[in-house]
């Protein structure tokens, strides 16, 4: 049968096969035949108009789409190729995004339904793409509706909010529906960092051991409660010198199962790349992108974790081959999320039998990440026994030690993969191995200690962790995720953040040799690395949104929208029904929020006042960001301004540290017969000489920088610039070639060329230089087709598709 339908799809003439991505379509192209012609539509080829709102809100919110200019020219190429085939077949993705690009070609290349097919797939793979040849449908229309409730819907949000954020807050802002969310969530958890009060208590350990017939073991156990006090744990201590011996009052042995995890949905894969990768959530996505796009891995922005028969199948022949029939368990999971709809089986290799595959390091980490996750959820389950042992302390009955040990009868699914978690390390019981142990036997003490410990803050969010709450609450989809949190940081309303942590001192009490000796330690607390934190603006919009639109912040708000879009995804909601009953309760709110008056800009806070010019300090979001005015608006005297430090926040910035900014600029010296200055930017703290500009190194202090080290900032500057000028051409002052990062490049009209590695950069004379300019510049034209064009903006590596994902959301 199958070879009957390779020879029917080889007879069909002048078939036009149009798919979202070159790199899709350089696949696919590889499995059909020459009468097929595969083309590109590089992502969305029409959107909602740019000019005004996009969206006839008289008219049942009718979307007003137009086919962008960067565009033009690829819708032009399709058509002309329409001309001249006699069945098209639109194979984008098989979500609700991808169903909307296959509606959009249809509207505006001027398709028919006589000859037009829809084709979707899950895989790229030969047997996919001749069963979707095989099995064609119409468009899904309800997909269509459901993608297009979200863009107008967060079109509308992001067009009426923006305003009231540039008249309230500051000019240039904008607010999207999910965006907001999500920095509401990293805003409220830096409030509880903020307001959390760490408790102290005492983690109590002892080292006990036995001698049999001359051969000495030891158990480690940890007391069952921590003692608030160091009083107590001093006390304990000195109960446990004088009990001559201990006895074992319990063994509990038990046999203990772990499961392998489910196969990777788009929202766990993002977050194990990030543990065990360091990937970010957009970088993995690009990846995973190319990935399915060469055909080795199935689609990836799915919330499914099922998979076929035939991925079952070959994944179980696979565990035998390699481990064993003693490691193979079969099995199907469901899915727990409501609005699994993205697609129709998890994230796996499209063929279980190739452990690995060629491509980047980046690509083949993420593959074989892939695999085995995919192989482990088919295998047995880990076979472990858990051995938990007390001992008592006599006279006291509450108070006992427990040592628990664990040992791998059977290793299954564990040979091959285990999930990280996102849980911060904390103090938790040690799992050790035992030596043979037997109730009532006796152990003498050898050492014991009493450690202070402190209650942890709340972990600031990963990108990773985001995710999980974000799908958790309901809010967002596959598609969405990604974007909403590339967004965010763009928008400079949240920042990934760095923190050293500050040094704090703990206590240690330690018995030995029947000895308390008490010291004092340190250790490094509050450190955070690639986290997320909320900058100023992106605290005072939220301050600002959750106050004024309560509604839109609010999470079930969020999630209840979301099953909505499923439910028009289902054919069971009219998507302008949705639509018209969020704005009639939405727009009275703007309405109201543009009309209120406040006296002080949102998010200002009066810090005091200066004691020599009696003037009043406040600190408030500025043009240029977070800054401290010295004045009021109405006084005579014109306000002065200052920015504040990087390391510096609008929350806690005190009164002292305000003033001090306004001693800034400082005249520090003179060099060359003018004057040397320090200052700070929107940037941070520079020198300034002869109206040119050098930044401080990071941790230097503009308020100590004395004339001698300008002076060296300076020279070290003039002597980096001589290092990057490798040629000037005085008949043309534009062009330049200059050292890079990279190796010389030739710069032009504020464009730059890459320079090929087998030329000798200094000896380029002008017109071979220009005419390095002139290839390039062919090239580079080439190169902005709309769709790539479009896909520069977006995440590396996708098409337009996911770049209009990020716009409203």
Known sequence: ?????????????????????????????????????????????????????????????????????????????????????????????????????????????????????????HEITKNAIINAIENPRDIDINLVDAQQARRVLDRIVGFELSPVLWRKVKPALSAGRVQSVAVRLIVEREKEIDNFKSEAAYRVQAVFSKNENGTVSEITAELNKRLKTKEEAYELLNLLKSIPSYSISDIITKPVKKSPAAPFTTSTLQQEASRKLGFSVGQTMAIAQKLYEAGRITYMRTDSVNLSGLAINTSKSEIERAYGKEYVKTRQFSTKSKGAQEAHEAIRPTYMNEHTVSGTAQEQKLYELIWKRTIASQMADAELERTTVTVEI??????????????????????????????????????????????????????????????????????????????????????????????????????????????????????????????????????????LKPTDI??????????????????????????????????????????????????????????????????????????????????????????????????????????????????SITLEEALKLFELPRLVGEYEGKSIQVAIGRFGPYVRHDNKFVSLPKGTDPYTVNEEEAILLIEDKRKKDREKVIKIFDNDPELQILNGRFGPYIAYQKANYKIPKTTDAASLTYEQAMEIVSKTGDASDKKKKPAKAS???????????STKKTTEN
């Open 538 to 651: 992106g605290i005072v919009v939220n301050e600002y949104l959750t106050g004024a639109f309560p509604g839109i912040l609010d999470y079930n708000f969020t999630a209840n929208v979301e099953k909505e879009f499923d439910n028009v995804a289902e054919g069971e909601q009219v998507w302008t029904d949705l639509i018209d009953k969020f704005y009639k309760q939405f727009q009275p709110e703007v309405d109201k929020a543009l009309s209120e008056h406040t006296d002080h800009k949102v998010g200002e806070r009066i810090l005091g006042i200066d004691p020599k010019s009696g003037r009043q300090i406040s600190v408030k979001i500025g043009r240029f960001g977070p800054m401290v005015q010295k004045g009021a608006t109405e006084d005579e005297e014109k306000p002065e301004f200052a920015s504040l430090q990087k390391d510096q926040s609008m929350g």
């Open 394 to 531: 006599p006279q006291h009955s509450d108070l006992k030690f427990v040592s628990t040990g664990e040992v791998i009868k059977f290793d299954g699914f564990l040979h091959v993969y285990l999930e990280d978690t996102d849980d911060e390390p904390v103090d938790a019981d040690e799992t050790t191995l035992l030596p043979p142990l037997k109730k009532n036997e006796k152990l003498d003490l050898k050492e014991a200690s009493a450690t202070e410990r402190f209650t942890q803050r709340p972990p600031r969010y990963t990108e990773a962790s985001l995710v999980r709450k974000l799908e958790e609450l309901g809010i967002g989809r596959p598609s969405t995720y990604a974007p909403t949190i590339s967004t965010i940081q763009n928008r400079e309303y949240v920042e990934k953040t760095n923190i050293e942590g500050v040094k704090r001192e703990y206590n240690v009490l330690s018995l030995k040799n029947g000895n308390i000796k008490d010291s004092v330690k340190t250790e490094i607390t509050g450190a955070d690395k690639n986290k």
């Open 1 to 121: 049968m199958r070879f009957n339908i390779e020879r029917k799809i080889k007879k069909m003439q002048k078939n036009l096969v149009i798919v979202e991505s070159p790199a899709k379509a350089k696949t696919i192209e590889k499995f059909l035949g020459k009468d097929f012609k595969v083309m590109s539509s590089y992502g969305h080829i029409r959107d909602l108009k740019k000019k005004d709102l996009g969206i006839d809100m008289a008219n049942n919110y009718k979307p007003l789409y137009e086919v962008p200019a960067d565009k033009k020219k690829v819708v032009t190429e399709l058509k002309s190729a329409v001309k001249n085939a006699d069945v098209v077949w639109l194979a984008s993705d098989e979500d609700r995004e991808g169903e909307a690009i296959s509606w959009h070609l249809f509207e505006t290349l001027g398709l028919k339904n006589k000859t037009t097919r829809r084709i979707a797939f």
């Open 791 to 801: 896909a520069k903006k977006g995440t590396k590596g996708t098409a337009s598709k």
